[in-house]
């Protein structure tokens, strides 16, 4: 499979790395033949360039004589939807980002010389959104309705391998909608691979590493599924060599075997003497390299990364890992990158992820299905703990056109594919087979809930009669089992979980006695009946608080608790905005401070995964169009930090922090609430032009912030905080006057010229002496010189409906952000920008060689 990595360093750098690395492979090609190469062992290239597109649908585009020389030339990942405009009729709806679906070709030419007739060929996806039908040479290889899971096919029967053109066409149907309750984008949004291999091979996925850690020695059991095509047995052998970050082998293993035709299983083991544990402060990875030998010949290679940890859930003590209790400081996250939409990019990945760590969160729920690869490799490198999640719903679907239509075909392919994929990944510490699904209820098998009322009606109260008798297993349960049996079978190293709001033991989920760790979706007040209700059964919740919140937008007064959007649907307000205090949630859920008061203060509660970290496209709760983002973020669409955002740094680090909010411009006396997130202090004094308001201090373990009410003057208003009588940290914010210039703050300075490699460049509108502007609202225009490219235009408004690819962008409470995409070619880059009545700025990035 993948040829050996580089020592780990960096995730990002990492990342970078083999992205470059197999880019130059890939242009290689185009001057070389696979026979002249000379290497045996599977090749794994990457083949994102070049690919022509059309959003149009006709069965002659599979013929290989189909005239494409109009169509778009591009480079996956690639999602269309995000290049389109918002349009209330577009089916996906508001809930599924009110951006258009379809139909889309993609055609992409392969010429081979090889003269190898026992070569092998897969053409491999690590994921399209949706339905998705592979053909080549005109001839269907292949389908895939789920659009989040990698799959793969074997192509070699229908190749011309030698001197001859091949045209690989992908046909994708993202036309029926909604089939989702959020954004999935459409089209090759993951990376493509094509691998050659002799007709021996490790299989895909086929390497299973399982550890067993016993204090400073650990013994790493090694399950090989060797895939073979001949016709008559092959005796081979298998060596296995585990290499540490530094690059150092530190145990070897060879065995041998009989390769027979279709699948065998090889069996070894690796002793580690001075095991170097994974930890999420102190993340170190191994790497296993396999290598498939015909006597000295090696016909095969495959590398794995993995760590060694271990890992506990208790009904007492909650998580521990290494034996070290440890709190799930958790966020959920879908798989859009915001203005990029789903097209996956390892740059944005690792900027949100990043600003997750720095937060404080030590972990991450992929929300609702499989992620992309790289997630899980960043997550592993990052320190990052995962819970990787197969469904969100099973038979009884919640849209029209979801994946319930093609659960009960491909349910079992598709559970066994992600936890073949993923697990050996040490950044996994559990297993979701589900999330919120209709099972948990007696139901009736019917497509679609009223997407409008679909969260309220998931999370009311239902009749106790459609909940599971104490006789016998119910169907649902049985199914729970079946899916859990498939886990378990695959993967035994890991408990199994699923996200429920219904809190019942008798929900039919927890009745089958197949999930491991009982996962609460909200119903915090229900925690303190967990013991009486899940007796010796580990607990977690899996979904939490689900506050709505506005970056730069506060309603006051601000201890008033909004819960939106009431009852039913719509909620009218035409401001389209929630406060950014935390005084807004929805109304089967509860405020940041209030659900973590309870998980902090619970010890058999492992954690919480707040929903969500950042802001995504769609379900833009507690609005309708034209809203059509969420408001649950920590962080909004554009990667700004709400202000909750300081209140878990506050208490999920050890940095200080001192977080005075809002901003201090307002009507003349008009009565403002300060709100002061604070740690490593004892108390907070507050400022006003210089004047003493008061010293505040938080009044026992359950109060995580302060609060001043005043009235507004023109000035500037600062906090001190002390400790034992000492100052620790001073903030100040003063009164912005007129809008003046832009500024202009690249998260980085220099880019690869790989043509993947992004630049975020966070846009001020501030006054004169360099103040934020807080209510400004100026259209920002860009411009680029150099060999680069606008990726992408943002302002974090979950409302705002102007296009997302695009050069210009209004400021949304003072701020937006424009993306830049590396060409490449090496030299400086300068993005300038504009607006009417401002003064012009720019900023200079060198690209390097990749």
């Not at 996994?428 to 209820?441: A, K, R, T, Y």
């Amino acid at each position: 499979m993948m040829r050996p990595l580089s020592i780990l360093v960096k995730a990002w750098l990492a990342c970078s790395l083999h992205r470059m690395e197999q880019v130059c492979k890939l242009s290689l090609l185009s001057f070389v033949t696979w026979a002249t190469l000379g290497l045996h062992a599977m090749e794994r290239q990457l083949w994102d360039a070049n690919w022509r597109f059309a959003l149009a649908d006709s069965a002659n585009m599979a013929q290989p004589t189909f005239d494409d020389t109009s169509w778009r030339v591009l480079n996956l990942p690639h999602d269309w939807a995000i290049e389109g405009n918002f349009y209330v009729k577009n089916p996906s709806g508001a809930v599924g980002g009110a951006l258009p679906g379809g139909v889309g070709w993609y055609r992409k030419h392969l010429t081979l010389n090889d003269s190898d007739t026992l070569s092998r060929y897969v053409l491999h996806f690590d994921g399209v959104f949706m339905n998705t039908s592979v053909y080549v040479n005109g001839h269907l290889v292949g389908i895939r309705p789920n659009g989040f899971i990698g799959f793969g096919f074997d192509i070699t029967p229908f190749l011309n391998k030698k001197g001859g053109d091949n045209v690989v066409c992908v046909r994708v149907d993202n036309a029926q909608q909604p089939n989702c309750r959020w954004y999935t984008g459409c089209g090759i949004y993951r990376h493509v691979y094509l691998l050659r291999s002799s007709e021996v091979r490790v299989a895909q996925w086929g390497v299973q590493v399982l550890p067993t850690v016993k204090g400073h020695k650990a013994t790493v059991a090694l399950n090989t599924t060797i895939e073979s095509f001949a016709k008559q047995n092959r005796k081979l052998s298998v060596r296995q060599s585990l290499y540490d970050a530094e690059g150092r082998r530190v145990a070897q293993s060879v065995t041998g075997c009989v390769a027979r035709m279709g699948k065998t299983t090889v069996n070894q083991r690796l002793n580690v003497s001075h095991a170097k544990l994974w930890w999420p402060n102190a993340p170190h990875i191994y790497k296993v390299i396999t290598e498939l030998m015909a006597g000295r010949e090696v016909i095969d290679r495959d590398t794995t990364t993995m760590g060694l940890r271990t890992i506990a859930f208790d009904a007492t003590t909650g998580f521990s890992i290494n034996g070290q209790p440890t709190k799930l400081n958790g966020v959920c996250l879908h798989g859009d990158l915001g203005c990029l939409g789903t097209a996956i990019n390892e740059d944005a990945l690792y900027r949100q992820l990043r600003m997750m760590k720095e937060m404080g969160t030590n972990a991450i729920r992929c929300a609702h299905n499989p992620p992309a690869p790289e997630l899980l490799n960043l997550c592993d490198t990052m320190g990052l703990m995962v819970i990787d999640e197969a469904f969100d719903q099973w038979r009884v679907g919640k849209t029209e056109f979801d994946y319930a239509l093609f659960f009960d075909k491909w349910a079992e392919r598709d559970l066994t594919d992600m936890v073949l994929r993923d697990r050996n990944h040490p950044s996994i510490v559990l297993w979701s087979i589900g999330n919120e699904v209709l099972e948990q209820w007696n139901t009736t098998k019917k497509q679609g809930v009223d997407l409008d009322d679909v969260n309220i009606l998931l999370n009311n109260a239902r009749d106790p009669v459609r909940l599971a008798a104490d006789k016998g297993l119910s169907d649902n349960a049985k199914l729970t089992r079946w899916l859990a049996d498939i886990v378990r079978r695959n993967d035994p190293s890991r408990l199994i979980t699923a996200g429920c709001n219904e809190v019942s033991p008798n929900n039919h989920l927890f009745k089958s006695g197949a999930i491991d760790v009982v996962g609460f979706n909200y119903h915090s007040k229900q925690v303190a009946n967990v013991p009486k209700n899940f007796p010796r059964k580990p607990f977690l919740m899996t979904e939490s608080v689900s506050a709505l919140q506005t970056r730069g937008f506060y309603a006051m007064p601000s201890d008033s608790v909004r819960r939106l959007p009431g009852k039913r649907r719509p909620f009218i307000d035409p401001s389209f905005l929630c406060s950014s205090y935390d005084n807004s949630c929805t109304s089967w859920s509860a405020t940041h401070e209030a659900t973590w008061d309870v998980v902090k203060h619970t010890p058999y509660c492992s954690g919480q995964f707040i929903w969500t970290g950042f802001d995504y496209i769609g379900e833009p709760t507690p609005f309708n169009f034209p809203a059509r983002s969420s408001y649950f973020g920590i962080v909004d669409l554009a990667g700004f930090p709400k202000d909750a955002y300081y209140l878990y740094q506050s208490e999920w680090t050890m940095k200080t922090v001192l977080h005075l909010f809002p901003h201090w411009n307002w009507m003349q006396g008009q009565e403002i609430d300060l709100w002061c997130y604070y740690n490593n202090a004892d108390e907070v004094e507050l400022f006003v032009n210089g004047q003493s308001r008061g010293v505040r201090r938080k009044a026992n373990n359950h109060q995580y912030h302060v609060m001043w009410r005043e009235r507004f003057e023109p000035g500037t208003v600062e906090v001190v905080s002390r400790k034992g009588g000492q100052v620790v940290a001073k903030r100040a914010i003063n009164t912005a006057g007129q809008p003046h210039h832009l500024r202009l703050t690249a998260d980085k300075n220099t880019l690869r010229a790989n043509g993947r490699s992004l630049v975020f460049v966070t846009v001020e509108v501030v006054d004169k002496d360099g103040n934020l502007c807080p209510w400004a609202e100026n259209e920002v225009l860009f411009s680029l010189e150099g060999s680069a490219t606008i990726a992408g235009v943002d302002n974090g408004s979950p409302f705002s409906l102007e296009r997302f690819k695009d050069n210009r962008r209004k400021a949304f409470f003072g701020k937006c952000l424009v993306v830049v995409q590396a060409g490449n070619e090496a030299g400086a880059i300068n993005l300038k920008a504009k607006s009417i009545g401002l003064e012009t700025a720019e900023v200079k990035i060198q690209m390097i060689d990749k």
